[in-house]
């Protein structure tokens, strides 16, 4: 795969826990840039359940409950234990080697980091790899959101919710208008 000038990757997971080290179902990522919307490289996963269960990764009841008010086709998508499934570890390793066709200082997004980027640096630890990213570059989504109060609703998902590359390429777009907006906004105070 050929390096691409994106300066930023959208990351959405799918889990089944809100607990540190929670079971990662499904991860989505895509390289972004910022001024145009253009999307390059994408990377998505489904991680096996029962090999997330044998490396310890956990459950609770609050969120298993939460799913089962969702659509159950979504659900049974991401908990299908398939050859399509992937081991947690071998997904982690795979996710380092895509982000390494960014740029070396991508700016790393997610609704809301805490939750999502805290799953994935939780497996990097307990793999004992690498963050593929400089904690620095960091971004917040749902905190970008709040300079334009209802953006989201002008970019409703098209297709089904809580399905990470769906939810990736809705906030890439409203990220990237926001973006604009500002840059207007900027060009009109100087």
Not at 5 to 29: H, Q, V, Y
Not at 114 to 135: G, I, M, N, T, V
Request: glycine share 4%.
């Amino acid at each position: 795969m050929k390096k691409h000038n994106n300066t930023d990757l959208m990351i959405d997971i799918e889990s089944f826990s809100e607990k540190k080290d929670k079971i990662i179902l499904s991860l989505g990522a895509v390289f972004f840039d910022i001024r145009t919307g253009e999307k390059s490289h994408s990377f998505l996963r489904h991680i096996n359940i029962d090999m997330s269960l044998r490396d310890n990764y956990s459950i609770d009841g609050k969120t298993l409950k939460w799913w089962m008010g969702q659509d159950q086709k979504l659900l049974k998508k991401l908990i299908k234990n398939d050859q399509y499934s992937s081991d947690p570890h071998d997904t982690m390793i795979d996710f380092i080697e895509f982000c390494d066709y960014g740029t070396s200082k991508f700016m790393v997004w997610s609704r809301p980091p805490l939750y999502d980027l805290r799953a994935l640096l939780d497996a990097f630890e307990k793999y004992d790899l690498d963050y593929p990213w400089d904690f620095r570059n960091i971004r917040c989504v749902r905190t970008y959101a709040s300079l334009f109060p209802g953006i989201e609703n002008d970019f409703p998902a098209k297709e089904q919710k809580h399905d990470p590359m769906v939810d990736c390429m809705r906030q890439i777009e409203y990220v990237s208008e926001i973006y604009k907006r500002i840059e207007n906004m900027k060009e009109h105070c100087y």
